[in-house]
């Protein structure tokens, strides 16, 4: 008997508990509510357009009428539908943010530029726009039924309560407690019913209010390029920072330092020749030191490339190659900072595996712009035989430097020479 009752309870205590969380019940009302408002607004806007399209039949057939046709039934009634698709759209995913916390991401708008009056078009060939009139539909009948049976089973106590209190006349007592009995297995049932309502109506969102799998991989695709470009502009510009210090103060106090100790080395000729080894030999470090900075800062991001452009960095590199170059640009307007410094190390990297591995007797660079790509070609008449999948790690670096900035590398290396190098990067502002 006791453990009958502490079933009873705890049943009594679950259902409490279930129906405490009233976001179910809300949401399947509220779908109640927008699905008749959504069923209301197009149902108008269709026999709108039918009305039109019988007007045609029995009045006039004039020029200024099929005029007023077409604005009305070819221009009108799409994009008024069209909005109220898009609006009650945005209007469910809200229902469902608001109510049950479940962010519903809205689907990519058809893109692309063009005639105003050609934006309808597009939209309406997006199947985005079809998933969205699906799920409208689907509430007018499934939502609106959800949401009704909902209500019968938290209204069924009121209806079997008036029932009751009717004229004594009026009523039978079984029929009357049928009703009660009946009313309450509803309202015990009410939260489940609710949930199921609810369910249902969340997977159905999910499905046609939000993007396509192929859209979510599109957008996520766009965000990680996006995100990217971001990274490799924030990575250009530190180095560009670091090389500013580095040339405004450390070089600084190396070149001060260096001559301040030749101006020492030179004035203490009659010194003791202790003291003069240790200045020289300091001197000679400092110098040493200097030159390595240069070559680090360098190495950095190259000033010149930012005060005078890419072709007198390329200039630069070209002079002080161990191997005659034959270096052309023609790049017209520049390019954005980050492809620019790319291009720079390509070359810079490219001849210098020229050097160390082609046994190449000269090099040609070729920097041209076309649209809104940049190809840098770096050939030399060496021995050949290079590959991206070598024991090396300079060409991967190569291939890694172009990807970072969503450009490409290809390689042309047989055995004997010549060989190849050719780099596009997308030449954006």
Known sequence: MVAGLGGVYRGAMSWTATARDWRPTVHALAGL?????????????????????WS???????????????????????????????????????????????????PPRASGGGWLLLRPVRA???????????????????????????????????????????????????LGLGLAVLSA??????????????????????ALLGPSLGEKLALRVEALARSRAEIVAATDAERRRIERDLHDGTQRRLVSLAMH?????????????????????????????????????RGLHPAVL???GLDAALSGIACTAPLPVRLRVDVGARCAPAVEAVAYFVVSEALTNVAKHAAAGHAEVTVERAGDRLRVVVADDGRGGAALD????????????AAAVDGTLRLHSPPGGPTTVTVELPCGS
Do not use: K, N
């Open 390 to 401: 070598g024991g090396g790690t300079g060409l991967r670096g190569l291939a890694q430097r």
């Open 306 to 308: 930012d005060d005078r």
């Open 185 to 206: 297995a509803l309202v015990l049932t009410a939260p489940l019913v609710a949930r199921a309502v609810a369910g249902a109506d969340e997977a159905a969102g999910r």
């Open 33 to 53: 509510a927008t699905g008749a408002a959504t069923g209301a607004a197009l149902v108008g806007l269709v026999l709108g357009w039918l009305a039109a399209i």
């Open 124 to 174: 309406w060939r997006a199947p985005a726009t079809w998933r969205q009139l699906g799920y409208h539909l689907l509430a007018m009948s499934g939502g609106t039924a959800g949401g009704l049976l909902v209500a019968a089973c938290w209204s069924a106590p009121l209806l079997a309560a008036a029932y009751l209190a009717g004229p004594v006349g009026d009523r039978r007592l079984g």
């Open 261 to 297: 100790l030749g101006m020492a080395r030179a004035s203490l000729t009659d010194g003791p020749e202790p003291v003069r080894q240790v200045i020289e030999q300091a001197h000679d470090e400092a110098t040493e030191a200097l030159a390595e900075l240069r070559q680090l800062v």
């Open 56 to 106: 045609l039949a029995g009045g006039p057939a004039g020029a200024w009428w099929l005029a007023w046709f077409y604005v009305v039934v070819a221009v009108a009634g799409p994009v008024l539908l069209l909005w109220a698709v898009q609006g009650f759209g945005a209007l469910q995913r809200e229902r469902f943010r608001a109510v049950l916390g479940v962010e519903l991401v809205a």
